[in-house]
């Protein structure tokens, strides 16, 4: 089927449907002597303690049995990925086909699913923050939204507390609230630029990032504006030819402070840099002062062409695949452009 930006909610629901037909699909292929749970109109309720009983049955004696237990297993669906993704190491071949086979079944439906029901938002609809969580479950798909918005949020209160008592930060002098930020993510947590593995996979997974304190200039760029928006503080992304930093937007400043622009670079440990000759020395030949953000749609697409660059570098087809399938939605799904 063909993906194109037709928009609206009948579109999308269609095309969700035709998602959980592919696994349907999938699910025939692999036992087409089975009857699969594809007409069923409600999924049964999940039973997670039948998982491990129906997971040993995958290799019973008689061929009956091992399929209605795949068929089971199929039903009770998502809750026994984790449980068949174990099972993939287990010591009976048949055990480790059919555990390989229902993951691939039932994931695959299920992501693409995701990722259409995300594209089709409208832009101004769509959340940087979960888009990055769907990039990150590219590398890793067991890593769970909270581990990556916990991190964040304990970042933003420590910016705050750096503040003190005293105005919100929203209303604080732009001088300070960028100190703050800074001495907490550069200098406390020593975040900065994977400069001697810059193309690996990891420095585009939000999650690694955390985790290792290095990434690419956008993840870590936009790592610093998540943590300023929970702070209500106006950091925008400035997106530069082969880089990417962040400023203060002094449009945007309480009243009473300069309205000056502050720049941060992220990717040299949240170097600070002002506006005239200072930015223009650190990037020549780019007008960054006045570079307009990209808005998420872009944003994201930005990040997954990194990406696709760094898995493909690694011959790693089976990601590459996954990243294009994501840049294919967010494509389809955008707004045509204004004639």
Same mark, same amino acid.
């Given at each position: 089927?063909?993906? +194109?930006?037709?928009?609206?909610?009948? &579109?999308?629901?269609?095309?969700? !449907? %035709?998602?959980?037909?592919?696994?349907?699909?999938?699910?025939?292929?692999?036992?087409?002597?089975?009857?699969?749970?594809?007409?069923? +109109?409600?999924?049964?309720?999940?039973?997670?303690?039948?998982?491990?009983?129906?997971?040993?049955?995958? %290799?019973?004696?008689?061929?009956?049995?091992?399929?209605?237990?795949?068929?089971?297993? =199929?039903?009770?669906?998502?809750?026994?990925?984790?449980?068949?993704?174990?099972?993939?190491? &287990?010591?009976?071949?048949?055990?480790?086909?059919?555990?390989?086979?229902?993951?691939?079944?039932?994931?695959?439906?299920?992501?693409?699913?995701?990722?259409?029901? =995300? @594209?089709?938002?409208? %832009? #101004?609809?769509?959340?940087?923050? &979960?888009?990055?969580?769907?990039? @990150?479950?590219?590398?890793?798909?067991?890593?769970?939204?909270?581990?990556?918005?916990?991190?964040?949020?304990?970042?933003?209160?420590?910016?705050?507390?750096?503040?003190?008592?005293?105005?919100?930060?929203?209303?604080?002098?732009? #001088?300070?609230?960028?100190?703050?930020? !800074?001495?907490?993510?550069?200098? #406390?947590?020593? =975040?900065?630029?994977?400069?001697? +593995?810059? *193309? &690996?996979? %990891?420095?585009? $997974?939000?999650?690694?990032?955390?985790?290792?304190?290095?990434?690419?200039?956008?993840?870590? $760029?936009?790592?610093?504006i998540a943590v300023a928006r929970r702070l209500d503080v106006p950091l925008v992304g400035v997106p530069l030819s082969g880089t990417y930093i962040v400023k203060y937007d002094g449009s945007q400043a309480p009243d009473g402070f300069p309205k000056d622009d502050i720049f941060l670079d992220p990717f040299d440990r949240?170097?600070?840099?002002?506006?005239?000759?200072?930015?223009?020395?650190? =990037?020549?030949?780019?007008?960054?002062?006045?570079?307009?953000?990209?808005?998420?749609?872009?944003?994201?697409?930005?990040?997954?062409?990194?990406?696709? $660059? $760094?898995?493909?570098?690694?011959?790693?087809?089976?990601?590459?695949?996954?990243?294009?399938?994501?840049? #294919?939605?967010?494509?389809? *799904?955008?707004?045509?452009?204004?004639?």
């Open positions: 089927m063909p993906l +194109q930006a037709l928009g609206g909610q009948a &579109h999308t629901e269609a095309m969700i !449907r %035709d998602w959980k037909v592919v696994a349907c699909w999938l699910f025939v292929a692999v036992w087409p002597s089975s009857s699969p749970p594809c007409a069923a +109109q409600e999924p049964a309720e999940p039973q997670p303690q039948q998982i491990p009983r129906l997971i040993s049955l995958l %290799d019973a004696d008689r061929f009956e049995v091992r399929e209605r237990a795949t068929r089971e297993l =199929f039903e009770i669906g998502m809750p026994a990925v984790a449980a068949l993704q174990a099972a993939r190491g &287990h010591g009976s071949a048949e055990v480790r086909w059919r555990a390989k086979a229902l993951v691939e079944s039932l994931t695959v439906g299920v992501r693409r699913r995701e990722l259409t029901e =995300f @594209a089709a938002r409208p %832009d #101004e609809r769509l959340d940087l923050a &979960h888009g990055m969580w769907l990039i @990150a479950r590219i590398l890793n798909p067991a890593v769970k939204q909270a581990a990556l918005t916990k991190p964040l949020d304990d970042l933003a209160e420590r910016a705050g507390k750096q503040l003190g008592k005293g105005d919100a930060p929203a209303d604080a002098n732009p #001088e300070k609230v960028v100190a703050a930020i !800074r001495q907490v993510l550069f200098v #406390e947590e020593g =975040f900065t630029g994977n400069v001697a +593995q810059r *193309y &690996h996979p %990891d420095n585009s $997974s939000l999650e690694r990032v955390l985790s290792m304190k290095t990434g690419l200039p956008i993840l870590l $760029s936009h790592l610093t949240g170097r600070v840099l002002r506006a005239g000759d200072e930015i223009e020395r650190a =990037f020549p030949g780019q007008d960054a002062a006045s570079q307009p953000p990209l808005n998420n749609r872009d944003t994201l697409e930005r990040m997954l062409r990194n990406l696709a $660059s $760094s898995f493909a570098q690694r011959n790693d087809h089976e990601k590459l695949e996954q990243v294009e399938e994501f840049l #294919e939605l967010l494509a389809a *799904y955008a707004p045509a452009a204004e004639p």
